[in-house]
């Protein structure tokens, strides 16, 4: 018997959350407001995955791998500061990190997360 795919908050695009065998798939998170410095987008992001990780019936402390894309590296150390604060109390997933330019300019940071439900 094959697995039911579940996704959530589809659109003609993109889905947001995709659940197989067990396992949470998020889209790329990025800032609400792209108008926040590195500190205000990360948080902003870190919410939101809390919010659809719970929405799939999990949450950070399932977290099996993180992907991020950072705009600048001279962010880095104030992005891993938030990120370090949100994980704390949890052991880290897996984690890589890349320098990237994002689709939209103002994006300062994008964050794709994998989680057991």
């Known amino acids: ?26 889209a790329g998170q990025v800032p609400d407001d792209d108008s926040l410095d590195i500190v205000g987008q990360t948080r902003e992001i870190l919410a939101n995955i ?6 799939a019936g999990t949450d950070k402390s399932r977290l099996l791998t993180a992907q991020v894309f950072i705009k600048n590296l001279d962010d ?4 891993n500061a938030e990120y370090t604060a949100w994980i704390a ?16 300019p103002n994006w300062l940071i994008e964050i794709v997360v994998t989680a057991a439900v």
């Not at 659109?11 to 998020?26: D, K, M, P």
């Not at 809390?50 to 929405?55: E, I, Q, S």
């Not at 880290?92 to 689709?103: G, I, S």
Request: charged share 20%.
């Open 76 to 79: 880095f150390d104030k992005f």
């Open 1 to 26: 018997m094959m697995s039911e795919i579940i996704k959530l908050d589809s659109n003609e695009t993109i889905t947001e959350i995709t659940i197989f065998n067990g396992v949470v798939y998020l």
């Open 89 to 104: 109390g949890n052991v880290p997933p897996t984690r890589a990190t890349v320098q990237a330019n994002l689709v939209n």
């Open 50 to 55: 809390d919010k659809a990780l719970a929405k």
